[in-house]
């Protein structure tokens, strides 16, 4: 083209050539020989010409528009050309592709979704430096590297250790909202300890001891909770038509779970308050390491529950768009759906993108005793998560994950074959791509997961 917009005579001459090509192919019947007398082998099929807008919902997969190249570089889009993907959920979110910045990361064991997770946080603080601040919950301790890479300050709990979290911390904004969330916060953590759901007056007593907690203190944890519902105010007692003894036998269950988690479960993690220091205003992110618990199955959940929860509101707290992982966050949500469900809701109030990292569909619905039940669980945490990202699944868990994510005879394919690194990106309603994530040589080195696989004396076997 000239630079007034004509074309030179040399493309002129091209375009005529193609266009009279194109025009004598269309008027061949599929039987008629072409000039030159060979016949082409196959099915005939009449030229025609298109626009890659029109071919892209045509060949969805072969032809893609992509999603623009603000935020991160994350990898290369395999099945739109192998362009650059770029991806920030908060540039989304302005564009208009997003309605929420939530995500889920789901896949097998070792395909790559941590990995994945770790590049996109590194090159965000690459793209965007001191403007995004980043919140990590580590049950495995293996953010360590990255931590070290970035500077985000490390807080390692254990029990009987000397760092401590207080999950009643105060959520400040609306008054209502803090109270609700520590009662959603205590009910969970006592359920989770009991093994069941509490019953109306169990839960009334509890809800009512936080209550009181909020109104009376700016400040409480765990044990002063205890104290709580071992006495219950005389106004508590009258509505609940028991007599003072019937009334502490009932919800005896509770000051026994209460006992629980602060003598053993929660122990010298979670039953003081808060003695860590975070720089929140100006630091790159913090990262919560949980792996002394991590082989501790009963553990486990209930810490991931008084984490999360006190990462969240701290996060409330302050003010550059945040992004907060969970990694095995199937963990958590074993008894927190219900609270992750509101906390999900509230990202746009806070600007904070909650990222889940978990292994198959039934994480989403673990706490669930029925079907209809767990499939409600799992739409209810689904529908503020917009962006999903998955990574291989077992044959056995193929027909679940494409129910769960409503996807397409081919993407249901693709599902069971993704390589290590490469993953299906659904974002919104109507886009999907798969991304191969490019890690570089020292991003290799920092994510490295299967050091111990590769030690000496592995695979030297004759
Ligand atoms: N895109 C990639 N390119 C090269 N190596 C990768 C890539 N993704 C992951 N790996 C390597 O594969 C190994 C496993 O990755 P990762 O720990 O991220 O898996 P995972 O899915 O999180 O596993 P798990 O379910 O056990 O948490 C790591 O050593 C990592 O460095
Ligand atoms: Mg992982």
Redesign the pocket.
């Known amino acids: 083209m000239t630079r007034d917009g004509r074309q030179t005579p040399s493309q002129a001459v091209r375009r005529e050539r193609t266009r009279s090509q194109g025009e004598s192919r269309q008027r061949r019947t599929p039987d008629e020989r072409p000039p030159g007398g060979w016949r082409r082998p196959g099915v005939p099929v009449d030229w025609a010409r298109s626009t890659t807008a029109h071919l892209g919902s045509v060949y969805p997969f072969q032809v893609d528009a992509g999603v623009g190249d603000r935020g991160p570089l994350i990898g290369s889009n395999v099945t739109g050309g192998f362009a650059g993907f770029f991806f920030d959920p908060f540039e989304l979110y302005q564009s208009g592709v997003l309605t929420n910045p939530n995500m889920i990361v789901m ?1 097998s ?8 997770v770790k590049a996109f946080l590194r090159r965000l603080v690459a793209v965007y430096g001191a403007d995004r601040f980043l919140a990590v919950i580590d049950p495995k301790g293996e953010y360590a590297p990255l931590a070290g890479d970035l500077g985000l300050s490390v807080v390692k709990l254990h029990p009987g250790g000397s760092q401590h979290l207080n999950p009643m911390d105060d959520p400040g904004g609306l008054t209502d909202d803090g109270v609700l969330a520590r009662q959603t916060l205590a009910s969970g953590l006592v359920a989770g300890a009991l093994g069941r759901p509490l019953n109306p007056l169990e839960d009334a007593v509890l809800g009512w001891a936080v209550e009181r907690a909020c109104q009376e203190r700016t400040a409480f944890t765990l044990p002063d909770l205890a104290a709580g519902v071992l006495d219950p105010p005389d106004e508590l007692v009258r509505l609940s038509r028991h007599s003072p003894l019937e009334l502490a036998r009932a919800t005896a269950p509770v000051s026994f779970a209460l006992d629980k988690l602060c003598a053993r479960t929660l122990r010298g993690m979670f039953d003081q308050p808060t003695n860590v220091r975070v720089d929140w205003t100006g630091g790159p992110g913090v990262v919560l390491d949980l792996s002394a618990v991590h082989h501790q199955p009963d553990a486990l959940p209930l810490v991931m529950v008084a984490a999360t929860h006190w990462l969240s509101t701290a996060l409330r707290a302050q003010r550059r768009p945040a992004v907060q992982v969970i990694d095995e966050a199937w963990a958590a949500i074993r008894h927190g759906a219900a609270w992750f469900q509101a906390s999900l809701k509230l990202s746009r109030t806070y600007g904070v993108a909650t990222v889940l990292v978990c ?1 198959r569909p039934a994480d989403l619905t673990a706490q669930a005793d029925d079907g209809t039940t767990a499939a409600k669980i799992a739409a209810g945490l689904l529908s503020d998560i917009q962006t999903r990202v998955l ?1 291989r699944q077992p044959p056995e868990q193929v027909a679940a994950a494409a129910d769960l994510f409503d996807l397409t005879e081919r993407q249901r394919d693709w599902l069971g074959q993704l390589v ?2 490469r993953a299906l990106w659904q974002l919104g309603t109507t886009r999907a791509a798969v991304v ?4 570089t040589d020292n991003e ?1 080195r920092l ?4 050091e111990r696989m590769r030690a000496p004396g592995v695979g030297d076997a004759a």
Do not use: E, P
Request: hydrophobic share 30%; charged share 25%; proline share 0%.
């Open positions: 896949g064991v070792g395909f790559g979704k941590s990995a994945t292994h990574f290590r690194g191969h994530t490019v890690l290799r994510f490295d997961t299967d």
